[in-house]
Antibody, heavy 120, light 107 residues
């Protein structure tokens, strides 16, 4: 059974960098065809897909965050990470990591989510 | 970018009733890569339906998806107590992937 777990600081100051890690267990992060995603949910709002890193290392980001965002993989630790630079209060949200397999299946495994608050 | 518009925003129903949720896309969804998720307070979303009409693992058959092109529907045939939640549609056929704004199913 695949399990995803987010980790990282719960509080980040404005203008600094938000860094989160998603640890994958029960399967290899280098498995063929997997997309490793980040999704966020601002307080009381809906879901917002942020981006993914494909098993080949290619990435896709939401255009509104592309200039500030990096998603990367550490295969030695079976982890993938999110770095969002120059954060503001608008980046306060619960951040989820999730997996999508190849083909028509969608985001089938999710982490529990972690709340990140941007505040001085 | 594909914009997904869900309706209604809130659906007030009773136990045992049928729920019909709509998701309309601003342009045709590539390869019918359209999914539905259920989210309860304080929990991560759960995948219900992928590829428009395929149920995810362990999802009861009272949940069904239909549609094509730009118009999609999630139907819950008979509402159970655990079905009261927020439901989101999502397209994943071309970047950027997007979610609808959600429909809350309440008693």
């Amino acid at each position: 059974q695949v399990h995803l777990q987010e980790s990282g600081p719960g509080l980040v100051k404005p203008s600094q960098t938000l860094s989160l890690t998603c640890t994958v267990s029960g399967g290899s992060i280098t498995g063929r065809g997997y997309y490793w995603n980040w999704i966020r949910q601002r307080p009381g709002k809906g879901l917002e897909w942020i981006g993914y890193i494909y098993y080949t290392g290619s990435t896709s980001y939401i255009p509104s965050l592309e200039s500030r965002l990096t998603i990367s993989v550490d295969t030695s630790k079976n982890q993938f990470s999110l770095r969002l630079r120059s954060v503001t209060a608008a980046d306060t949200a619960v951040y989820y990591c999730a997996r999508k397999d190849s083909g028509p299946t969608a985001l089938d495994y999710w982490g529990q989510g972690t709340l990140v608050t941007v505040s001085s | 970018d594909i914009v997904l518009t869900q309706s209604p925003v809130t659906l007030s129903l009773s136990l045992g009733e049928r729920a019909t949720l709509s998701c309309r896309a601003s342009q045709s969804v590539y390869s019918n890569y359209l999914a539905w998720f259920q989210q309860k307070p304080g929990q991560a979303p759960r995948l219900l339906i992928y590829g428009v009409s395929s149920r995810a693992t362990d999802i009861p058959d009272r949940f069904s998806g239909s549609g094509s092109g730009t118009d999609f529907t999630l139907t819950i045939s008979r509402l159970e107590p655990e079905d009261f939640a927020v439901y989101y549609c999502q397209h994943y056929g071309g970047s950027p992937w997007t979610f609808g704004q959600g429909t809350k199913v309440e008693i």
